[in-house]
């Protein structure tokens, strides 16, 4: 709620003074304010989202919210990103600067590069993913651009249109990587950050969402991750691909049996699977070892 927000409901300078001082409301920024109970309740997110809000109320065009602010309203994966700073950016700045936890970057965006999300304008999908990917990490960034792109494929192709008017800006290089490496039938943050370590670890690039079908046509399976040279398919093993597997009066244990019984089909098949949980995502080299070794038996069944 702004100051003006709550005088129109009926509180006085005074009132919103003294419920500041008793700590039932928080100042989020001058002029804006939130329940105290509210506050402390929100995740790094939703505390983001709100002084993005009260950011927001503030701006005149040309400026616009943009980079990981923009991929949080957006409703992108956040995994990875800083979220300490409330972006905004505008063309008629001389310099980037910080204020009042606001980073306002110079930046020339065209009319097409702005939308409004929940009456805020905002970089549209494409630009927020250049922006993210040339001020983040390579991994983070390929989460939102993979998210971004399942959302919108065509998104794609609008950022390396506009990646080859940017070269000189800064980020722009590992901007193009992640942009070229994206790819929207990621299904989730885990299966993203799988395939960035795929990479760290020097493996081929996998086909994705890889279907196998019997001779009869019939399909056996879908798998994650398919290297198809190799004989050999990758799984990322999250909790929301069991949960999704959960049917009516289903207890966890059916949905791992049916997941055995997918797995021994695509074996006999003639595949090696390999599996990846959350907790190895930060060892790429344990991976590349386990994934080598299957490729080399899968070699020997081609042979």
């Not at 983001?48 to 503030?58: E, M, N, S, Y």
């Not at 086909?207 to 990758?234: C, M, P, S």
């Amino acid at each position: 709620m702004t100051r003006d927000q709550a005088r129109v409901a009926g509180y006085c300078p005074d009132d919103i003074d003294f419920l500041v001082r008793r700590g039932e409301w928080v100042s989020l920024r001058r002029g804006a304010y939130a329940e105290r109970h509210r506050v402390e309740a929100m995740s790094s997110e939703q505390h983001h989202l709100a002084l993005l809000h009260a950011v927001a109320r503030g701006l005149r065009a040309p400026a616009v919210v943009s980079h990981v602010s923009a991929a949080l309203l957006h409703g992108l994966p956040t995994w990875g990103l800083d979220l300490s700073e409330v972006h905004i950016s505008r063309h008629n700045l001389h310099a980037s600067r910080h204020e009042a936890g606001v980073h306002h970057h110079r930046g020339d965006i065209t009319g097409s590069e702005v939308v409004t999300v929940d009456g805020v304008r905002v970089t549209s999908l494409a630009r927020t993913v250049l922006d993210t990917a040339r001020t983040s990490s390579f991994e983070a960034a390929v989460v939102v651009a993979d998210a971004a792109f399942a959302r919108d494929p065509q998104a794609q192709s609008v950022a390396l249109d506009r990646l080859n008017t940017v070269r000189d800006w800064p980020g722009a290089r590992q901007a193009g990587s992640v942009v070229e490496f994206a790819d929207g039938r990621s299904e989730s943050v885990g299966e993203s950050r799988c395939r960035v370590c795929f990479r760290e670890a020097g493996l081929p690039r996998p086909v994705l969402q890889h279907e196998v079908f019997a001779k009869n046509g019939r399909l056996i399976g879908r798998a994650d991750y398919g290297f198809l040279e190799f004989r050999t398919l990758g799984e990322f093993d999250g909790k929301g691909k069991y949960l999704r597997g959960l049917r009516q009066g289903d207890t966890p244990g059916d949905v791992v049996w049916r997941e055995k019984k997918r797995e021994d089909r695509l074996r006999e098949q003639g595949f090696e699977i390999g599996r990846v949980v959350w907790a190895e995502l930060d060892r790429p080299a344990l991976i590349g070892v386990r994934f080598r070794a299957l490729f080399a038996r899968g070699r020997r069944y081609q042979a």
